[in-house]
C-alpha cells in the first residue's frame, strides 16, 4: 500500500464584517460574532467607553467647580451616575454577566459614601445635584 501526503491546501481567511461593529449589542452571541470578526476583546457596545459615555446621559460640564475640574465631589458623583446608567443598560442585554454586576454595586456604593459626604459638608449643593440628577432619597 502506497501511502502519498496531500498537499496542504490553505482555506483564505474570513473577511472582517463591519456591519457588526456599526449595529449595538442585541445578545451575547451577535457579541461574540462581533469580536470574532472585528477583533475586538468584549462585546462591540461596551469596549468604547468614550463612545458609549458620550451619550448624553449626564451633562458633566454642569457640575464642574471650573475648567480643570475632575475631583470634586459632584462632578465625581455626576460621572457615576452617567457609568451606573451605562452598566446597567448593559446589564439589561447581558444578564449573567456577574463582573458587570459586582462592579455596578461597587459604583453604587462608592456614589452613595460620596452623597453622604456632600450632605454633611453642603446641605444645598446635595439638595442641588439630588434633584438635577434625579436621583432617589
Do not use: W
Amino acid at each position: 500500500m502506497d501511502h502519498q501526503k496531500k498537499p496542504i491546501t490553505r482555506i483564505a481567511p474570513l473577511p472582517r464584517l463591519a456591519f457588526f461593529a456599526e449595529k449595538p449589542c442585541q445578545s451575547p452571541k451577535t457579541c461574540f460574532l462581533s469580536c470574532a470578526f472585528t477583533g475586538q476583546n468584549g462585546h462591540n457596545g461596551c469596549t468604547e467607553p468614550n463612545k458609549i459615555m458620550s451619550e448624553n446621559t449626564v451633562n458633566l460640564a454642569e457640575y464642574k467647580q471650573h475648567e480643570k475640574d475632575t475631583g470634586s465631589a459632584q462632578y465625581q458623583i455626576a460621572l457615576m451616575t452617567q457609568r451606573i446608567a451605562h452598566l446597567t443598560s448593559h446589564l439589561g442585554l447581558h444578564k449573567k454577566d456577574n463582573s458587570s454586576r459586582r462592579g455596578l454595586l461597587k459604583l453604587v456604593a462608592q456614589r452613595r459614601k460620596l452623597l453622604n459626604y456632600l450632605k454633611a459638608s453642603s446641605e444645598e449643593s446635595y439638595q442641588k445635584i439630588i434633584a438635577s440628577l434625579g436621583l432617589r432619597r
